[in-house]
């Protein structure tokens, strides 16, 4: 279910199963994204997929209310196991393969910096800030900033004064 409220500009892509899709109040997914629904994508209201992310894998991306995507992002919810006796790649049928899928999860709050990855099976915690090209392939802790290829608590974001705001933009469109 896509909200009436919602934007999905016309250059953005959404293939598969469109009942596996629903996009919140208020988000906006912009031009030359592409987003494969999977198993599951679930996008929250107030959410931002900027320009040339991707969402590839087959797997489950759930973004949670105010979580955001900065330019190229790529979320990775299932990939070929390079490790074992299998073939890869999408050409070869299923029972040569061995295609490991997971669940991504970007809690409320959370946002990703520019060219940011996320691996499957990783959970952003809630008000987690990532920065530019970090590779994510462990969860990250509630409201902590993280920055470099590998990484690593640089900060903290000020949760209380976030949720503050949340509060008086919630409390505001209620009225108007």
């Known amino acids: 279910m896509i909200h009436s409220s919602a934007t999905i500009y016309d250059q953005a892509r959404i293939v598969g199963n469109r009942e596996n899709f629903s996009l919140g109040a208020h988000s906006q997914i912009d031009d030359f994204v592409f987003c494969y ?22 797997g489950e991306l759930v973004m949670e209310d105010f979580s955001g995507l900065s ?25 040569f393969t061995h295609v490991l899928r997971g669940k991504i999860r970007i809690c ?29 392939r462990k969860d990250l802790e509630p409201w902590t900033i993280y920055a ?18 949340e509060k008086a933009y919630l409390e505001s469109e209620s009225v108007g």
């Open 37 to 58: 629904t999977g198993a599951r994508c679930e996008i929250g209201r107030n959410v931002h997929i900027s320009s040339f992310c991707s969402i590839i894998g087959g």
């Open 71 to 95: 330019a190229g992002c790529r979320l990775i919810t299932g990939s070929d196991d390079f490790t074992g006796p299998w073939l890869t790649n999408p050409t070869v049928p299923a029972e």
């Open 108 to 136: 409320r709050h959370a946002v990703l910096g520019t060219n940011a990855v996320v691996y499957p099976g990783v959970t952003i915690g809630e008000g987690a800030a990532v920065g530019a090209g970090c590779l994510v």
């Open 148 to 165: 470099g290829t590998n990484p690593k608590p640089v900060g903290k974001r000020d949760a209380e004064a976030i949720l503050a705001k």
